[in-house]
Nanobody
């Protein structure tokens, strides 16, 4: 089993930036395609970015050009750099494998508001 701990969320003004972190309890990033997901109030949880074990990345159209996913295999940590944040980016953010293989963590809350 693997546990995830997400951190780095907070309140930011539109146009601002945040860097989210996802710490995994054991080394899996070189094995699995990983993803960052978000869930806004009353909405389903959606994939916003993914990174393969080979390092290829893909993004949802809504965040393309603003978000960057990366990982540090040595630290068992994955990141989501979020720039030019918009109010519609407000959500709880989670990490997991691309197939949501393991239990979800507690997430980290991102609020974009002036």
């Amino acid at each position: 089993q693997v546990q995830f701990v997400e951190s780095g969320g907070g309140l930011v003004q539109p146009g601002g930036s945040l860097r989210l972190s996802c710490a995994a309890s054991r080394s899996i990033f070189s094995i699995y395609t990983m993803g960052w997901y978000r869930q806004a109030p009353g909405a389903q949880r959606d994939l916003v970015a993914r990174i393969t074990y080979g390092g290829s990345t893909n993004y949802a159209d809504s965040v393309k050009g603003r978000f960057t996913i990366s990982r540090d295999n040595a630290k068992n940590t994955m990141y989501l750099q979020m720039n030019n944040l918009k109010p519609e980016d407000t959500a709880d953010y989670y990490c997991n494998t691309y197939l949501s293989t393991f239990p979800w963590g507690q997430g980290t809350q991102v609020t974009v508001s002036s």
